[in-house]
């Protein structure tokens, strides 16, 4: 088997395990392999293959692009900023509060209801631990 034979069937596997890897890195890769290996085979391999190509990678840095966007406030803080932040409580048992627009679990001294409003005290682990709030405070 060619060499470009090769390059090009290695670049569409790397396409299809991106699929299941979700990176959008191992697809750019599989893209680029594959153009090497069609412009080892001959010029009318690489127009063929140059479309396609330009679009799965079009759309992979758009994706990856797009998964850098999403992150959200919490993400760009350190988890020892969220102390003194307020939050809600959205489940009792096992208490799940939301902070910064996200659930995290959470502890507390007194039992605390659907609804309550909470201050962030400290974060053990994965877990916030919380206060109720106090009107006013």
Not at 24 to 47: E, H, S
Not at 84 to 93: A, K, L, Q, T
């Given at each position: ?65 797009r998964r ?70």
């Open positions: 088997m060619s060499q470009g034979l090769c390059l090009l069937l290695a670049g569409v596997g790397l396409v299809v395990l991106d699929c299941v890897l979700n990176t959008g890195v191992v697809a750019m890769v599989g893209v680029v392999c594959a153009w090497v290996g069609a412009y080892l085979m001959g010029t009318k391999y690489l127009i063929a293959a140059l479309p396609p190509g330009a679009f799965v990678l079009l759309m992979q840095v758009a994706a990856v692009l850098t966007g999403e992150s959200s406030d919490v993400l760009l803080k350190s988890v020892g900023e969220l102390k003194g932040e307020e939050g809600i409580v959205i489940r009792e048992d096992p208490l799940l509060v939301k902070v910064c627009g996200e659930p995290w679990r959470a502890v507390s001294k007194t039992r605390l209801r659907r609804g309550e409003r909470v201050v962030v005290l400290d974060v053990k682990g994965n877990k916030l631990v919380v206060k109720p709030k106090k009107i006013g405070e």
